[in-house]
């Protein structure tokens, strides 16, 4: 009977060990100003393919009353965090615009949202996040890539208050 129940507990660990990762990283994001968490602010994860938050396959999560919240990722991809409140910005210090190509005319400015710098022909094209027209603090992300597979990456985003 012991050699039995040796036997079954040598094969449930077993299948433990060898059991397969669920294929997924995590990143936990900790929204703070300073070293003060921010609850309730939502955070969007984007992709290069996703850049707008309210596209149907964009992620977005409320932080819990710590500042906390965590989203399930593809291992080693690029994402970017972006927030989703009017009185904070990512902190300019550690935040940049999304980079989506080039100015390739004067038609192309024209037609694009305003940036700071005006745009030119073959400069830099920034993503307007939120869409409101114009490439400004509000539009600023948290370029991360994600652990491997079965692994978490803790990551700060540093937020200031930003008044309209």
Known sequence: MRIKLLTILSVALLFTACKKED?????????????APIPNVYVSLL??????YWSADSVSAKADNNGRLQFDVVPGKTYYLSHQSYKWTLDPA???YMLIGKFDSQHDIDYSPAQTPPGTVG???YQ?????????????VLKISAPAAGKTLNVDFPMVVKHP
């Open 123 to 125: 400069g830099n094209k």
């Open 23 to 35: 294929g997924k990283a995590h990143i936990i994001v900790n929204v703070k100003s300073g070293s």
């Open 94 to 96: 550690n935040g940049s």
């Open 47 to 52: 992709t290069d393919e996703h850049r707008i």
């Open 128 to 140: 307007d996040i939120n869409v409101d027209g114009a490439v400004n603090p509000w539009d600023l």
